[in-house]
């Protein structure tokens, strides 16, 4: 039996506040997480709150891409 893509899956977070300051140059760095999402029950792209160290704050963090 043949197996087809995996269900879960490795994603990538990034600080979406840190991406738009890294133009002005305002911060030191982006903020990126590591995480698994289950593709049946997430299809689409993952946004969540993470702590950015960068921003000093919770932040939204969306997926990206590999």
Do not use: W
Not at 12 to 36: F, H, W
Not at 43 to 61: G, M, V, Y
């Amino acid at each position: 039996m043949a197996k087809g893509k995996d269900v879960r899956v490795t994603i990538i977070l990034e600080c979406t506040s840190c991406v738009r300051n890294d133009i002005k140059k305002e911060s030191a760095g982006i903020s990126r997480y590591i995480t698994q999402k289950n593709r049946h029950n997430t299809p689409s792209r993952l946004e969540l709150r993470k702590f950015c160290p960068f921003c000093f704050k919770h932040t939204i963090h969306g997926e990206i891409k590999k």
